[in-house]
């Protein structure tokens, strides 16, 4: 076998809701940034999944079809020695002309991949269609997307379509390259169940392999849902696809921590949005990975069974995790060290493929509405690609090295905070398809100051969420006045990074005390970064909205002129300065307004307390800030430090209210009587030290954190 090569894809969908198309390459900003292509070369990118959709090109028959951005794309693969894989259809059900359940869709597929073919007659590799049966559910029976249709009968007329047009459509190219490889993708999962519902998991788990079976012309009066199929008048296009197959010169497994399911009669163990019903009983479905004890077998299970199965060459060709960096990182390291394995047990893995490089937008919603980005290699909030830690991780496996150390460690899916639902066991004997367990934690700590305060206690619950081997310490373990007391810290833990969660908090307190302000805050913060510097590990330091001043204007980016008007923003400023100046990877994370359920001594937890007691809250009226809900701001600043980001970041909920507002959104989340608040001028609640009139935060390096409302509802459940 050849070595096992690293392939890549943007996220491409363009699907149909309705009359709306949603194009995930113009949400995510890569349809306006083709040239960002030319950074793969470097990662070890060897071949590049890449869209000339149908609906992109020629979504008009009476015009002629646009091949700028598709001629742009691949002429900048190939400049760089990069194979394209290209897609026709992606998610999606044709232009408007066409659906999924018509013949027009098989005809007008095989004339676009003729036109695609001799247009780019160099090409070797193709996906018409991804992922058919996967496609057909979510349009044909969950009714979902275009057509829209929630019966088994038209599900499997999608899926047939589907399957046909990828024949005509590889029939159309190959007289034109004669080579032209087929790569068949698709969701790949197994459905596990109580014993009342066996029956229904062995449908699924039939119906899982249709797409590659029609193709394969494994369809035949020998297969399981020969009759079935039959009874709803298929025969005739079976009998097609059996004596004219089509079969796949690679499969392509795209295999998510969704896509092994569990089914359980039991239905009030499970919240009312994971009931479903067949015929004849209803039950609950929810991820395996959630609910059954030992895990199931995963990507490795499945590339497995396809390999069992077909004895065709296979490709992880969707690799991708929405969650936070470092489970991100170990979600692709554990596919490229399963597909390894594999390959030494002698399973033809050629690839494992890393999956929406720019990220994506509105899967949290199936792509019926915007919905959340999660990113990828890139991220591209901003505008601009930053590249995350991921595109580090790619470099490293791309070019023969091995992952970084924070791929390290046990993925949340293998971890017992996986566990959501009541516990289901299974047989012992499938803890076969799990890895090794790790006997001993044996990396190097994220060392955290600030033991007691509200932050470093919370960024210790996220470590330990998201399993980053940390330590926190107090005064008597690192005192910021005594650069030995640092020096020996440091020496003690070996950290690979420091996060400085400790100093002076006390802000009118401050103007009375400068000078312990001003060592906290300045002199002892940039002591440690300097001691960090010196031993080449990365910081992180907490700044505030409170070093700008009262210039006209309502919010601030990064790059607007702080004039703060306390000591405290001072002390805060004066770190920023000194801490930009000197070596190393230095990260300063500006944050306003922090609340939080798990301290009471914010001022969100002040509201809440007054009004449960039935007490009036006074709440300024004039001064506009950004509150900061502080798990967001920990997982945000984790990730940011994980991609190794270096300066000064916003981070905040990013929404300009005044205290008052942020007061009352906080009682009508939490169900309290939200007049009882008392809209005040600032200046009548004894504050010393000045303030900015507005100081909201937002950040021009693109939006890391959820939006203000979904941090009140969280904060308001998390109180419940």
């Not at 991708?320 to 490229?336: D, P, V, Y």
Request: charged share 20%; with cysteine; aromatic share 8%.
């Amino acid at each position: 076998m050849s070595n096992l090569e690293l392939w890549a894809g943007a996220e491409c969908t363009v699907n149909r809701t309705g009359d709306d198309y949603k194009d995930q390459l113009i949400l995510t900003g890569h349809h306006d940034r083709l040239d960002d292509l030319a950074a793969l070369a470097p990662l070890g990118v060897k071949a590049l999944r890449f869209p000339v959709l149908w609906e992109r090109v020629a979504p008009d028959p009476q015009h002629l079809p646009d091949w700028s951005w598709s001629d742009h794309g691949l002429g900048l693969l190939q400049e760089h020695g990069i194979r394209p894989i290209v897609g026709l259809v992606h998610h999606g059900s044709g232009p408007r002309h066409t659906s999924l359940i018509e013949q027009s869709f098989v005809e007008g597929l095989a004339a676009h991949a003729l036109s695609v073919a001799g247009r780019y007659p160099w090409v070797q590799d193709w996906t018409p269609v991804n992922e058919p049966l996967t496609t057909a559910r979510f349009s044909a029976l969950y009714g979902i997307w275009y057509p829209h249709a929630r019966d088994e009968r038209t599900f499997w007329a999608a899926l047939i379509t589907q399957i046909e047009a990828t024949r005509a459509a590889m029939k159309a190219v190959r007289s034109i390259n004669p080579a032209a490889r087929l790569i068949q993708t698709d969701d790949l999962g197994r459905t596990y169940a109580t014993a009342a519902l066996a029956e229904q998991a062995g449908f699924d788990n039939v119906r899982r392999w249709m797409g590659w079976d029609l193709l394969c012309g494994r369809v035949d009066r020998t297969h399981e849902f020969w009759v079935r199929l039959c009874d709803y008048g298929f025969e005739s296009r079976l009998r097609s696809l059996v004596d004219d197959p089509c079969p796949p010169d690679v499969i392509g497994v795209n295999h998510y921590l969704t896509s092994d399911r569990f089914l359980d009669h039991r239905l009030k163990r499970y919240p009312a949005h994971t009931h479903g019903q067949n015929d004849w009983q209803g039950f609950a479905d929810v991820e395996a990975v959630r609910v059954l004890e030992p895990p199931t077998g995963g990507l490795r299970g499945a590339l497995a069974e396809a390999w069992q199965r077909y004895q065709i060459p296979l490709a992880a060709t969707e690799v991708h995790n929405g969650c936070s960096r470092e489970e991100q990182l170990r979600w692709f390291a554990e596919a490229w060290r399963t597909a390894g394995e594999l390959r030494g047990c002698g399973v033809d893995v050629r690839a494992v493929t890393a999956w929406a490089l720019y990220g994506n937008t509105g899967w949290n919603t199936l792509l019926t509405a915007r919905g959340l980005y999660e990113a990828g290699a890139y991220d591209m909030r901003s505008g601009q690609p930053r590249e995350t830690a991921m595109g580090h991780l790619l470099a490293a496996v791309g070019t023969g090295g091995e992952p970084p150390a924070l791929a390290q460690g046990a993925g949340w899916w293998r971890r017992p905070a996986r566990l959501c639902h009541p516990v289901v066991n299974r047989p012992a004997a499938l803890r076969a398809h799990l890895g090794a367990e790790i006997k001993g934690d044996k990396r190097r700590p994220l060392l955290i100051l600030g033991a007691t305060g509200t932050l470093g206690q919370a960024l210790a619950r996220a470590c330990a969420q998201r399993d980053l081997a940390c330590l926190t310490t107090g005064r008597q373990q690192l005192n910021l006045d005594d650069s030995s007391s640092i020096e020996a810290a440091l020496e003690r833990h070996q950290p690979w990074a420091v996060v400085n969660a400790a100093g002076w908090v006390r802000v009118d307190d401050a103007e009375d005390e400068r000078e312990p302000c001003m060592r906290a805050n300045a002199e002892g913060a940039t002591a440690l970064a300097r001691a960090c510097a010196a031993r080449e590990i990365a910081t992180v330091n907490v700044s505030s909205d409170l070093v700008f001043g009262d210039a006209a204007q309502q919010s601030y980016c990064e790059s607007d002129q702080p004039a703060p008007l306390s000591v405290y923003g001072d002390s805060k400023l004066r770190m920023e300065s000194a801490v930009a100046a000197l070596a190393g990877e230095h990260l300063v994370i500006r944050t306003a307004a922090f609340f939080s359920p798990h301290d009471p001594y914010n001022f969100a937890m002040a509201v809440v307390d007054h009004l449960r007691r039935g007490t009036r809250f006074a709440a300024a009226a004039d001064y506009m800030i950004s509150p900061t809900y502080v798990p967001d701001l920990c997982d945000a600043a984790l990730d940011l430090l994980i991609d190794r980001e270096t300066g000064i970041w916003h981070l905040s909920n990013e929404a300009a209210v005044s205290w008052a507002e942020f007061a009352t959104q906080v009682a009508r989340a939490c169900g309290l009587d939200a007049r009882l608040i008392d809209p005040v001028p600032g200046m009548q609640l004894g504050w010393r030290a000045r303030r900015p009139r507005a100081s909201a935060l937002v950040s021009v390096k693109g939006a890391a954190m959820p939006s203000l409302s979904s941090a009140i509802e969280r904060f308001a459940h998390a109180l419940a």
